[in-house]
């Protein structure tokens, strides 16, 4: 069995959404001081590895921490979509071509070697995105969430978020945004984990996602 780790760490200069501002790390108590070490942590619910539910994007929906913590865990698949160029859309072929392994899995994670580009400018350019059909099929599958190693599920610069609200008005379903290291999963179905943060109303929430291999 080997655990490959798919969540970026969260620190202090890391990249994070248009308009918003990076986690602050400040030291609350220390060693010396009080004899143990401990941190204020202040950041935006949607930071780094982390997971949106329906009421990220619809009041009244379903908040993160109405979620049976198996919604979290299940099979995965990768789907290999780092041959797109940037603009371009993830078909249904790319979901298809993966046969009965997509059908099958509870998650589908969508790997387009974006997060070679953390930490650079590069990160916040046009990765490619789900085509309209695409979402249509997981929207009418029964899959616990979706997944990708981009900063969103819309391109940066719809402030529509036409993805998220296509998505979530049909479906109780996750959405988990930057990932890393999905080339390290191979092509085969495997058991992810994503725990989040269990936060009371919970629109979003960072994650430690996992792949069990």
Request: glycine share 8%; with cysteine.
């Amino acid at each position: 069995m080997k655990i490959i780790d798919l969540t970026h760490t969260i620190k202090e200069d890391m990249p994070v959404y248009p308009g918003t501002n990076p986690p602050s790390l400040s030291v609350a108590n220390t060693y010396k001081n009080g004899g143990f070490k401990e941190t204020l942590i202040s950041m935006y619910s949607h930071t780094g590895t982390h997971i949106d539910p329906p009421a990220h994007i619809f009041e009244g929906k379903m908040t993160l921490d109405a979620f049976d913590a198996s919604q979290f865990v299940g099979s995965a698949v990768v789907i290999d979509c780092r041959m797109l160029k940037e603009g371009e859309e993830i078909s249904l072929e790319h979901i298809k071509s993966y046969g009965e392994k997509a059908e099958r899995a509870d998650f589908l994670l969508f790997n387009l070697g974006w997060d070679k580009k953390w930490g650079t400018p590069d990160y916040f350019g046009s990765y490619p995105c789900l085509s309209s059909d695409s979402l249509d099929y997981i929207i009418n599958g029964n899959y616990k969430g979706i997944g990708f190693d981009v900063i969103g599920l819309d391109p940066i610069n719809d402030l529509a978020l036409e993805r998220h609200n296509k998505l979530f008005s049909k479906k109780n379903i996750i959405n988990i945004e930057n990932l890393k290291n999905l080339d390290l999963c191979g092509s085969e179905l495997f058991t992810f984990v994503c725990l989040p943060i269990k936060i009371e109303n919970s629109d979003g929430a960072p994650s430690r996602a996992i792949a069990i291999v």
